[in-house]
């Protein structure tokens, strides 16, 4: 029995060498899909907590941001609007971890909170606002690469494929995201 204690503080020993670390990154959403048609290209961010897991080369991630697009077409008497808020977990793997340029790919999936504003404006007739706000899952899969500056700071940048499950139709944006990762 002291021997499996023994071994499980080696393997965690070695494994606490792994750093944590927190990701801040600013965004350009391009939306796709049935979204593309109404929306345009918008903007966001997000923060990403990632913790080492037990196999060299993973790390289990939270992600949480905030993400917005605005009419496609400037139409007039008409607003619209398309806002996101991702809470999302997940794991990713990096190739080549602890080199100047480290690769990586990952998935996440969590809720999407989303919000859609619609706005008419019918002159006399009023100004009738619809907003739509659901709770709905989702999917993100992403691809990127860190780029070793100093101990303790690395630049990332990858490409966000978020797919939302709606009650019509799925929704979807390419969140464009560049930022530094900061380890603890």
Request: hydrophobic share 40%; net charge neutral; charged share 15%.
């Amino acid at each position: 029995m002291n021997k499996v204690f023994f071994f499980l503080f080696i393997y965690f020993s070695i494994n606490c060498m792994a750093q944590p670390g927190i990701r801040l990154q600013g965004s350009a959403a391009i939306p796709s899909g049935q979204l593309e048609n109404h929306v345009d290209a918008g903007f966001g961010g997000n923060i990403s907590f990632n913790l080492p897991a037990f196999l060299p080369g993973f790390e289990f991630t939270l992600t949480t941001g905030y993400y917005y697009c605005g009419l496609k077409e400037d139409l007039p008497g008409y607003s619209f609007n398309f806002k996101s808020v991702p809470l999302t977990a997940g794991v990713r793997y990096l190739f080549g971890e602890g080199n100047e340029i480290t690769p990586y790919i990952g998935v996440e999936g969590g809720a999407y909170f989303t919000e859609y504003f619609l706005e008419v404006d019918y002159g006399l007739l009023g100004k009738p606002v619809e907003i739509t706000r659901e709770i709905t899952p989702g999917i993100a899969p992403e691809a990127g690469f860190r780029i070793y500056i100093a101990p303790g700071l690395d630049l990332d940048v990858n490409a966000r494929y978020n797919r939302i499950r709606t009650k019509y139709v799925s929704r979807a944006y390419i969140a464009l995201q560049s930022g530094f990762r900061i380890k603890f």
